[in-house]
Each structure stands twice: as C-alpha cells, then as structure tokens.
C-alpha cells in the first residue's frame, strides 16, 4: 500500500506505514501546533494502545484506559489559543499533583490532549443535527 492518504467517500484513511515514519521520537521537537505532530502522537497512541489491548487479550486482561470526546467552539482563534495555554496549564498542574516517581509498584501512564476543528460529515451531521 503506498504512503498517500487514499479517500473513500467523505473518510481519508491514511495507511499506518505512513503514520509510522511521522512516530516521534526523542530526537524530533514536538510542535504543538502542527497537524503532523498531531497525527504523529496519534499514531503512537494507536500502536501503544493497539500493543496493550493484543497482550491484555492473551492473559484475559483488561487495559486501563480512559478518553474524553468533547467539543467547544470558539468566537476566535486568540480564544483558541488562551484555551489551549490553559488546557496546558491546567493538565501540567494536574500531572505534576499525582506523579510519583518514587511509587513503588507505581506504573506511568501518557497523556495526550488534543484539539482539531471539527470535522463535518454526512454521518456527524446526522447523529448532531438531526433526530433519528
């Protein structure tokens, strides 16, 4: 499968092999504000989660996990920009409060917040603007 997003309807699929080569890494500095770094991160995030869920499955495991799927809109983007300054604060604060280097027996976690306009399809419309 070659490296390029490939549309099918109103759904991009873009082929892992390609988010592979944007994982980061130690030696990349993360640009909060890049649609790469974002899919990068993600991309790690699906192989971390997908490497857990395989081995949980083998031992009749569950994986600790936990998402929040929301939405906000902003009046513009410097409101945008205060809300993520804050979202940044707020979850530095929040991390900094319950990490324990020192935790005997402790296990770290990765957190990944992110934000990306809303993206409108013919499913979203349906299951947001329109009663079933």
Do not use: C
Not at 32 to 51: H, K, P
Not at 86 to 107: F, S
């Amino acid at each position: 499968m070659g490296t390029r997003p490939v549309r099918r309807g109103v759904i991009f699929l873009i082929p892992l092999v390609a988010l592979a080569a944007m994982a980061p890494g130690p030696a990349h500095s993360p640009d909060q504000l890049s649609a790469r770094w974002l899919l990068a991160v993600a991309s790690r995030m699906v192989r971390d989660v997908g490497e857990l869920v395989g081995a949980a499955a083998k031992a009749r495991r569950k994986v600790a996990t936990f998402a929040i799927d929301g939405q906000v809109r902003f009046a513009s983007a410097a409101d945008r920009a205060a809300f993520a300054e804050r979202l940044t604060k707020v979850v530095t604060e929040l991390a900094g409060e319950y990490h324990d280097e020192t935790a005997e027996g402790g296990r770290v976690h990765r957190i990944i917040v992110a934000l990306h306009p809303h993206v409108k399809t013919e499913t979203s419309e349906i299951s947001e603007n329109k009663e079933l």
